[in-house]
């Protein structure tokens, strides 16, 4: 996956959202932790969508949001584009306040900037899919011939050319989830935010999707806002995680990060069962070079050289057949450590432990 650029793209600064009672006392209350989301709801009718949720998404990076059921996640990415109103908080898009937008500036901000992918693929069964694609820019005020044409392009990229005539009720689940991602695409926004995409599909389709999308991701660099309940589908499609419990936002990192280091109990059980051998890199793992020939002695000039950028996957495959230390490069090729067969196992057999 293409890595993203640095520097703030979307930022969230503090933003909490309470449904019902949202007074001064109640705010104050959840500010201090005097109160849990049951308290607040059993105490003041105050329900926790959103609890001070701060995070930065770079330009060209996919974020993704995961956590249970009534974590806060979709709620949180409603935000983005405004269709829910922070009780508190601030977010900037491209320097842009989104929240100091008037009504025709956020309009015209949400059709140029801002595409959202469904969970329930929300195509219009009286429109075709070419007319479903060219929604957005109908709306915009862009001829017919011109929007058929992006749509036709749009269709190609998610491989549906062929299909523009047809309506929602003669495509497959997976093939309407594509029309929708053409939809969003279709005005060229720079900003992604997809609400749970694939959740509703069968698993085989949804990973030949989440693979479609990390394709189109390498190929668009949108900024992306990925929400999901599924930390496999998290640690596979996203560059960064956040996730989140009772409307707090718990970590932030990249998978590697989240798996090798989780901040509490609660992360760590989440994790437990996703294999390092795809997510875990040998930097990670590696030892320092003049501390392993100390102990060990010289490596050799001829030892096999392999990126600090591996993963554990591939160490696995070059180790099983040798037990010759493997050296980790950096990007220049200087020698960074050493991996060798049995770190790599131990690594493994702790994870697999806990």
């Given amino acids: 996956m293409s890595e993203p650029v640095s520097g703030s793209f979307i930022e969230i600064q503090k933003v909490s959202k309470i449904f019902g009672n949202a007074s ?10 005097r109160v ?11 329900v926790i969508g959103v609890l001070d949720v701060s995070f930065n998404v770079n330009p060209g990076e996919i974020f993704c949001v995961m956590g249970l059921s009534g974590s806060g996640k979709s709620t949180l990415v409603r935000h983005i584009n405004r269709l829910l109103e922070p009780t508190l908080g601030k977010i900037l898009i491209d320097g842009q306040d ?3 937008l008037e009504k025709e500036a956020l309009q015209a901000f949400r059709n140029k900037k801002i595409g959202m992918v469904f969970q329930n693929f ?12 060219a929604l957005p820019l109908e709306i915009r005020g862009v001829n ?22 047809k309506y929602a009720h003669e495509l497959s689940g997976g093939m309407q989830q594509r029309v929708g991602l053409a939809r969003a695409l279709a005005a060229d926004p720079e900003i992604l935010l997809m609400d749970e995409p694939f959740s509703a599909l069968d698993p085989l389709i949804r990973r030949q999707l989440q693979a479609e999308f990390i394709k189109l991701s390498r190929q668009l660099k949108k900024t992306t806002v990925f929400i999901t309940h599924d930390l496999d589908e998290a640690v596979k499609v996203g560059h960064r995680i956040a996730i989140m419990r009772d409307g707090k936002v718990i970590q932030v990192g990249t ?4 798996i090798m280091n989780p901040a509490n109990d ?3 059980d989440f994790v437990k069962g996703i294999s390092r051998l795809e997510v875990v890199k040998a930097r990670s793992i590696m030892a320092p070079l003049q501390e392993f020939e100390r102990t060990h002695g010289s ?4 030892a096999l050289r392999m990126s600090g950028e591996v993963t554990l996957s591939v160490l696995v495959e070059k180790l099983v057949t040798s037990e010759q230390p493997i050296l980790i490069e950096d990007h220049d090729h200087s020698v960074l450590g050493v991996v060798t067969q049995n770190a790599l196992l131990q690594s493994i057999v702790e994870h697999r432990d806990e």
Wanted: aromatic content about 6%; cysteine-free.
């Fill in 122 to 133: 929300a195509l219009m069964p009286h429109r075709s899919v070419i007319d479903n694609i």
């Fill in 266 to 268: 609660y992360v760590a």
């Fill in 98 to 100: 989104v929240m100091a």
């Fill in 144 to 165: 017919k011939n011109q929007r058929y044409r992006r749509a036709e392009e749009i269709l190609n990229i998610v491989e549906l050319t062929g299909w523009g005539s």
């Fill in 299 to 302: 490596v050799g000039e001829h």
């Fill in 24 to 33: 001064p006392e109640v705010l104050e209350a959840i500010a201090d932790n």
């Fill in 36 to 46: 849990s989301k049951q308290e607040a709801l059993e105490k003041y009718n105050a």
């Fill in 255 to 258: 998978p590697e990060e989240i």
